[in-house]
C-alpha cells in the first residue's frame, strides 16, 4: 500500500468521480482506476461502487476512508517535525588559499542546497597554519596536504594535485619546446615561491637537491593573491598546482605540467574526531569529499587525479 493511493482514493471519494479526479490529480483516468483496483486488490475488499453518474464509497470504503484520512494527516504532521528538526549549527572549514580558488564556492553552494540552517565560517590560510587550529580547536574540518604526527585526526585522503610551472605568456622564450618541462629545464628561471616553511617550497626544494641543483627563487611570498600578481606582471614564474589559475584575472597565463611523478600534492580532508565533531561537521566532512570529488570527476580541478 503506498501513500499515494490513499491519496487518490480520498480524491475520488471527495470528487465522486474517477474523471474528474484524474484531472484533478494530474494523471490519465486508466491509472488512476488500476491504483485504485490495486488498492482494492491488496485489502480484498470493494472501496467504491461504480454508479452511472460517478462512484461512492462502499461500507468497507466509507470506513477505509476515516482511517486513511488519519494516516495523512500523521503522515503530515512526520514531515513537519522532520523539518523543523533538520541539521543546524555552526561549522568551521579551513581551505588553503589554492584549494579555496576551486573548491570554496561550489562547497558553499552544496552546504547551502543539503543543509540550509548549517551557517559555515570559512577560513583560507597556509596548510601549515591550519594544522595549528586543527590542534587548538579552532576549527572543525580542513583541507590539507600531509598529517604526519596528527593522531588524534580524522585524516581521509581524496585527490593528488599535480604540480605546474605558471609563467606570463611573454617569459615562455625561455623554455624549451614541449608542453612538458623537468627541474632542470627551469633552475635558471627568476621563481617567485612561498618562503622555505611552506610545505609546497618544502616539497619543490627536495626535488631539486635530489636533482643536484637548486630553484632561482627571486622572491618570496605567502599569499596567494599577491603570489599570482607578481607573475601576472612578467618578473618572476611560480611552481603552484592547477588550481592557482582557476581565478579570472589569471587566465592569461601559461601553465606548463612537470614531468616529475613525484611533485604531486596530497588533498586530505583533517577533522577533529567523530566524537569531537558536532553533527554539522560529521555533515560537512561528507559535503566537502562529495564535492571534491565531483569537481575532479567534471575537469573543474586542473591537475588533479581522485585517489
Not at 479526479?21 to 467504491?48: C, F, K, P, W, Y
Not at 627571486?218 to 618578473?235: K, T
Not at 577533529?272 to 573543474?300: F, H, K, N, T, W
Request: aromatic content about 4%; overall charge neutral.
Amino acid at each position: 500500500m503506498e501513500l499515494r493511493q490513499l491519496r487518490y482514493f480520498l480524491r475520488v471519494v471527495e470528487l465522486g468521480s474517477m474523471g474528474k479526479a484524474a484531472q484533478d490529480l494530474g494523471i490519465v483516468t486508466s491509472a488512476l482506476s488500476q491504483q485504485i483496483s490495486r488498492l482494492e486488490g491488496e485489502l480484498s475488499v470493494r472501496l467504491l461502487q461504480r454508479t452511472s453518474t460517478g462512484v461512492v464509497p462502499t461500507a468497507a470504503g466509507l470506513a477505509f476512508r476515516q482511517e486513511a484520512q488519519l494516516a495523512l494527516r500523521h503522515t503530515d504532521n512526520a514531515v513537519l517535525a522532520a523539518q523543523a528538526a533538520r541539521l543546524s549549527g555552526q561549522v568551521t572549514v579551513g581551505l588553503a588559499p589554492t584549494t579555496g580558488s576551486v573548491l570554496a564556492v561550489p562547497f558553499l553552494s552544496a552546504m547551502k542546497q543539503r543543509y540550509p540552517d548549517v551557517r559555515v565560517h570559512l577560513i583560507e590560510s597556509l596548510s601549515g597554519n591550519l594544522s595549528q587550529m586543527l590542534n587548538r580547536r579552532q576549527i572543525d574540518l580542513g583541507v590539507v596536504f600531509h598529517t604526519a604526527g596528527h593522531h588524534s585526526w580524522s585524516a581521509q585522503a581524496i585527490l593528488d594535485e599535480r604540480l605546474f610551472l605558471i609563467i606570463h605568456p611573454n617569459q615562455r622564450h625561455l623554455l624549451p619546446e614541449g608542453h612538458s618541462l623537468t627541474l632542470g629545464d627551469i633552475a635558471h628561471l627568476p621563481l617567485v615561491m612561498p618562503s622555505a616553511s611552506h610545505g609546497l617550497r618544502a616539497l619543490l626544494n627536495a626535488e631539486f637537491f635530489r636533482e643536484g641543483t637548486e630553484a632561482s627563487v627571486v622572491v618570496e611570498i605567502d599569499g596567494l593573491a599577491l603570489l599570482m600578481d607578481v607573475v601576472c606582471s612578467g618578473h618572476a614564474a611560480t611552481v603552484q598546482p592547477g588550481a592557482a589559475v582557476v581565478r579570472n584575472h589569471n587566465q592569461r597565463l601559461v601553465s606548463l605540467p612537470l614531468a616529475h611523478e613525484t611533485l604531486k600534492r596530497r588533498n586530505l580532508i583533517a577533522s577533529l574526531s567523530d566524537e569531537e565533531l558536532a553533527p554539522a561537521g560529521l555533515a560537512a566532512r561528507i559535503v566537502l569529499a562529495d564535492v571534491m570529488r565531483s569537481l575532479v570527476q567534471q575537469s573543474r580541478w586542473p591537475g588533479a587525479t581522485l585517489l
